[in-house]
Each structure stands twice: as structure tokens, then as C-alpha cells.
Nanobody
Framework: VQLQASGGGPVQAGGSLGLSCTAS????????MGWYRQAPGKQRELVAT???????HYADSVKGRFTISIDTAKNTEYLQISSLKPEDTAVYYC?????????????????WGEGTLVTVSS
């Protein structure tokens, strides 16, 4: 099971960008997915999470500017970012809570994707 993120890149302040992340492999269910970010010299922080049912939570710093969504049929989450600020510059990591089925055993694990860099210039 793995996550593949895409959509990062350079953008000017005030602009918009969309990120996507797709889970692949032997997946029984996707209880939740999310996005985290790590700015240079800082710890990784939560950006947003979303349940398979569509319930979303956001960090205060991104509320009103970032929108997370999920397409469970495609095992894909999206992060639409608008009104970008230089302080949004970071490596963005997708995360998923994934349940697999082996025989008759369900196993839930946390999976991280490789980061995608978003660079916001002023």
C-alpha cells in the first residue's frame, strides 16, 4: 500500500494551487486521509484531515483558504489551496489511515506519502 502525491510547485502569493494524493494497493477501506506540512526549520504540522464520510477538520492557520476533499471511489484526496501566503511554503505530505484485509484479519495502518514542495513567492 502506498500514497502518491502530486501538484506542488512554485506559485505567487495570492495565487491558488491544487494537490492530490492517491492510495494504491490492497485496500479494504480508507477511514481517513489528511495533509500535513513541514516548513524549513520547523516541525511537521497538521493542515487538514477528512474522514471517508467527508467530515473535514482544518488547522486554524488555513481555515477559509484551504479545502480538503475525498473521492473514496478513487482512493484519492485533494487539497485546494487559495490566497497563498509566503508562510505556506513547505513540503506537503499526504497521510492516510488504511485498513487492509488479510485472510479474515483486518489491519489498520498509517501510511505517509512522499512530500510535494509548495513554494510561495511574495
Amino acid at each position: 500500500v502506498q500514497l502518491q502525491a502530486s501538484g506542488g510547485g512554485p506559485v505567487q502569493a495570492g495565487g491558488s494551487l491544487g494537490l492530490s494524493c492517491t492510495a494504491s494497493g490492497s485496500i479494504f477501506s480508507l477511514p481517513s486521509m489528511g495533509w500535513y506540512r513541514q516548513a524549513p526549520g520547523k516541525q511537521r504540522e497538521l493542515v487538514a484531515t477528512i474522514s471517508s464520510g467527508g467530515t473535514a477538520h482544518y488547522a486554524d492557520s488555513v481555515k477559509g483558504r484551504f479545502t480538503i476533499s475525498i473521492d473514496t471511489a478513487k482512493n484519492t484526496e485533494y487539497l485546494q489551496i487559495s490566497s497563498l501566503k509566503p508562510e505556506d511554503t513547505a513540503v506537503y505530505y499526504c497521510h492516510a489511515e488504511i485498513t487492509t484485509l488479510t485472510g479474515d484479519q483486518l489491519h489498520t495502518m498509517d501510511i505517509w506519502g512522499e512530500g510535494t514542495l509548495v513554494t510561495v513567492s511574495s
